[in-house]
């Protein structure tokens, strides 16, 4: 796992330093770049496969035509590497970049479909003058880009691409309204206008500074559910787990794992455990000081000390406290966008334990939710059938009465979001679960001069994919935003940064093409049956795991934020949040955020999470559009830019 960086136009070596050493943090063991003609590669290197030098990128064939910069793992690398010596390639190293060039050189862009991993590379190929840039099918690894007058700029982090003089910061601010929306931003846009993210399972042709080619490679398995009985799914949900775990346990340094007592990372420990690594070292959290009873949240330090007790692994246990708020500017810097969950504390901090242990790799259970039907929302849509087929006026009542509930109440806050939505159709609907907010009161939030900036409905090009959906079922179309969004450019996306800001590189075994294209062959009701998300998974845990953490409440991956929130958090709202700060921003209307700040504190409404992320846009605005990043980068990153390897051309 690295972080890579470069571009075809316009970027002087300083530039090219200061891209590189800004993702150190990605890469610790290794920093190098190289200018060729008019292209500028660097690299950032997290030694996990073939620790020697060999594999130091950028990298070239053994006939100097083509130059990676890659990040990520490619799990069947040995078997395409022996294929390759079979056709006549020659190899210097160990290691999977120098795979993917001569793939490359041997398939052209066809190789992608034979990579089975997650990566975000960019080469060089001097005979054909191309810059060719790709990211793995399912989003694991980020890559960033932008087209200016310049040149063509890309980036493992966006953070990096700040530096180039002719990106500009204008922002983009129906992203940023879809960011208030759901607390990450959906789809390719990010909040700057000249920034945006390549999409999984697709790949750019760079030539003469322009891009000539964006085409897709790869696509999620299509659901085509089949007729299998329990225990033949259950075996081949199994079969398929344990040899994704197998294959993504290959590391020539020290693998770990997260735990936080749900069924996902449990199962994922359990399997790793099966499969000879009875020393994994496990990693949980322990939220101390305000309490999550209000949050929602089931305390999951017993479940995860019950799982490592059952499987007798070790299990480290990592303090969040209030003063985890300290390190809010230092989350933001690094998660690049301006994510407003505070499930991502857990990460950053278990991540910089494990790196104190000397760990290098971690497992995940992320995605098991997303591709077995595990979150509550899916339930949610299920339980339409119940009431879905009331007259339009039965609905709007139900939802006007409802919405009266205090919120106060973990229970009626639940029972309120359920049915704030009732009232629209069926795709609109499907949408609303991801809410955090109406889209309504976000409009009304932003100062009227932006207001009219504003797209008509910002959330049209998820709409149109719902739309498009015509033959799939309310869940599965949940499902597949999920998978499309949701999962990428969220989970895993807040992961990749928190746990890189560390040096440490997160696997997920639940991401396999193997176990993805056994999901898809399941049926819902094998998904979802007597009010149990994930009740196959759960089935099939059975052989791993005690009943006890299989069917315990689910919970999210949480921190007490509202509690924070009225207490710790609130010098800083006052602060950052006031009319002064608010105005002279000039995005949002300060009466608007007050009254928002006023019903939260009343219990009138729960805006707690709209509020949190309120607050983290003016930060990140600080960090990213006041240039403050560049001082908070300095004093993070440890290596100057006259430290870093440059290869000449």
């Not at 330093?17 to 003609?37: E, T, V, W, Y």
């Not at 060719?132 to 980036?155: E, I, M, N, W």
């Not at 259950?234 to 749900?262: H, K, M, W, Y």
């Not at 609905?395 to 629209?424: C, D, E, G, H, W």
Request: aromatic residues 10%; hydrophobic residues 40%; glycine residues 6%.
């Amino acid at each position: 796992m690295c972080g890579i960086a470069g571009a075809m136009g316009e970027l002087s070596a300083f530039s090219l330093k200061r891209m590189a050493s800004i993702m150190q943090h990605r890469g610790p063991d290794h920093l190098a770049m190289g200018s060729f003609a008019d292209v500028h590669l660097a690299h950032a290197r997290l030694s996990v496969i073939d620790l020697s030098t060999h594999s130091n990128q950028p990298l070239w064939d053994t006939n100097r035509r083509a130059c990676i910069v890659f990040n990520g793992e490619i799990y069947n690398y040995k078997i395409l590497r022996e294929e390759l010596i079979d056709l006549g390639y020659v190899f210097l190293s160990e290691g999977d970049a120098e795979v993917i060039v001569n793939l490359y050189l041997h398939y052209g862009t066809s190789c992608l479909t034979k990579l089975v991993g997650m990566f975000a590379f960019a080469l060089w190929d001097s005979e054909r003058s191309e810059l060719f840039l790709a990211r793995d099918t399912y989003g694991v690894k980020p890559l960033y880009y932008a087209q200016t007058k310049s040149g063509f700029y890309f980036a493992s982090e966006l953070k990096s691409l700040l530096v180039v003089p002719s990106i500009g910061r204008d922002l983009n601010y129906d992203a940023l309204f879809r960011t208030l929306v759901f607390l990450w931003s959906p789809g390719p846009d990010t909040v700057l206008k000249t920034i945006v993210k390549l999409e999984p399972g697709q790949y750019l042709i760079v030539r003469d500074r322009q891009i000539v080619k964006q085409a897709i490679f790869a696509h999620w398995p299509q659901y085509e559910p089949q007729d299998m009985s329990v225990s033949h799914a259950c075996q081949r949900i199994e079969q398929a787990l344990l040899t994704s775990v197998t294959n993504q346990s290959v590391a020539d340094v020290p693998v770990g794992a997260f735990l936080s007592g749900g069924l996902d990372s449990s199962l994922i420990v359990a399997m790793a455990a099966r499969r000879g690594q009875s020393n994994i070292e496990s990693f949980t959290i322990k939220s101390v000081g305000q309490s999550c009873n209000n949050d929602g949240f089931v305390d999951d330090l017993p479940y995860a000390r019950q799982v490592a007790t059952y499987l007798n692994v070790k299990l480290n246990v990592v303090d969040v406290n209030p003063q985890i708020i300290q390190l809010l500017s230092k989350m933001l810097y690094h998660l690049d966008e301006p994510h407003a969950d505070p499930a991502s504390f857990n990460v950053f901090l278990i991540c910089e334990k494990a790196r104190e242990k000397g760990i290098k790799v971690l497992f995940s259970g992320a995605g098991g939710d997303d591709i077995f039907s595990g979150y509550r929302r899916h339930n949610a849509i299920i339980l339409e059938q119940y009431w879905s087929w009331l007259p339009m006026w039965i609905r709007s009542a139900m939802q006007s009465t409802i919405s009266k509930l205090p919120k106060k109440n973990v229970l009626f806050r639940r029972v309120s979001k359920l049915f704030s939505y009732i009232s629209l159709p069926i795709n609109e609907r499907i949408l609303s679960y991801f809410y955090w907010i109406n889209p309504k009161i976000v409009r009304g939030l932003f100062v009227q001069s932006i207001q009219t900036q504003l797209s008509d409905n910002p959330m049209s090009s998820l709409l149109t994919i719902l739309d498009e959906q015509k033959e799939k079922n309310a869940l599965e179309k949940m499902l597949d935003l999920e998978r499309r969004y949701f999962l990428v450019d969220h989970n895993l996306n807040y992961t990749d940064k928190l746990s890189m800001a560390s040096g440490i590189e997160v696997r997920v075994p639940f991401l396999d093409p193997d176990v993805l294209d056994v999901a898809s062959n399941i049926s819902v009701n094998l998904k979802h049956r007597r009010g149990h998300g994930k009740w196959i998974l759960k089935k099939m845990a059975e052989k791993y795991l005690p009943k006890s953490v299989i069917y315990r409440s689910k919970t999210g991956f949480g921190a007490p934020l509202r509690a924070w929130l009225h207490h710790d958090l609130k010098p800083l709202i006052d602060e950052l949040l006031n009319e002064k700060t608010l105005s002279k921003r000039g995005i949002f209307n300060p009466v608007a955020v007050r009254h928002l700040i006023d019903k939260d504190l009343s219990g009138q409404e729960d805006y707690s999470y709209t509020i949190f992320a309120l607050l983290c846009m003016e930060l990140w605005c600080r960090l990213f559009i006041d240039g403050e990043a560049m001082d908070i980068m300095q004093k993070f990153e440890k290596r100057s830019v006259s430290d870093v390897y440059y290869e000449p051309a």
